[in-house]
T-cell receptor, first 115, second 114 residues
Framework: GAGVSQTPSNKVTEKGKYVELRCDPI?????LYWYRQSLGQGPEFLIY????????DSGLPNDRFFAVRPEGSVSTLKIQRTERGDSAVYLC?????????????FGPGTRLTVL | AQSVTQPDIHITVSEGASLELRCNYS??????LFWYVQSPGQGLQLLLK??????LVQGIKGFEAEFKRSQSSFNLRKPSVHWSDAAEYFC????????????FGKGTLLTVNP
């Protein structure tokens, strides 16, 4: 079946611009996660949704970052006033539900480059 | 706060040789532990996970890992490496005894020589 998809696969923007990154989870998965992977690092947790609500956004680095999931399926990560330090691969994952044994299935990521 | 250390940034092995990738974690309670593999252009794929019970965990693609509480380790092993195993491997721990907030190590890049 279809896995987690993310669009665009690559995004190049200029410092100060606004960007939106989209995640389509596996159909029927109620839990959705965003991570950020900087060069040479492992992924870092950003935010977790259970249904439409953000259950934990403690990983968002500052208030320039915001994510929504209005219908409990597709999610959009929004970054305002981008900075060069925001350059990274943004990964999305989904799981059937949030329980302690659910597997997170990851998408291929969106590579964001801020010039 | 929990943390994960993968001491080896890069490992090179010959095809057919055995493999062990090291992972050490720091967490106060019983951890939930994971190994993921990331190939170029691919998403992270779960190899195996440990929650409780048998400390030797079998995964996909012939991988296994052993949880050793006394050493705070969760090393990944494979008896015979194939060229297709070349990829980056990440160890991760679940926060607060749950898995939704994974903390990853920095990864180990595996190169396989023919």
């Amino acid at each position: 079946g279809a896995g987690v998809s993310q669009t665009p696969s690559n995004k190049v923007t200029e410092k100060g611009k606004y960007v939106e990154l989209r995640c389509d989870p596996i159909s029927g998965h109620t839990a959705l996660y965003w991570y950020r992977q900087s060069l040479g690092q492992g992924p870092e947790f950003l935010i977790y949704f259970q249904g439409t609500g953000a259950a934990d956004d403690s990983g968002l680095p500052n208030d320039r970052f915001f994510a929504v999931r209005p219908e409990g399926s597709v999610s959009t990560l929004k970054i305002q006033r981008t900075e060069r330090g925001d350059s990274a691969v943004y990964l999305c994952a989904s799981s059937v539900d949030y329980t302690s044994t659910d597997t997170q299935y990851f998408g291929p990521g969106t590579r964001l480059t801020v010039l | 706060a929990q943390s994960v250390t993968q001491p080896d940034i890069h490992i090179t092995v010959s095809e057919g040789a055995s493999l062990e990738l090291r992972c050490n974690y720091s967490y106060g309670a019983t951890p939930y532990l994971f190994w993921y593999v990331q190939s170029p252009g691919q998403g992270l794929q779960l190899l195996l996970k440990y929650f409780s019970g048998d400390t030797l965990v079998q995964g996909i693609k012939g991988f296994e890992a052993e949880f050793k509480r006394s050493q705070s380790s969760f090393n990944l092993r494979k008896p015979s490496v194939h060229w297709s195993d070349a990829a980056e491997y990440f160890c991760a721990v679940g926060a607060g005894g749950s898995n939704y907030k994974l903390t990853f190590g920095k990864g180990t890049l595996l190169t396989v020589n023919p």
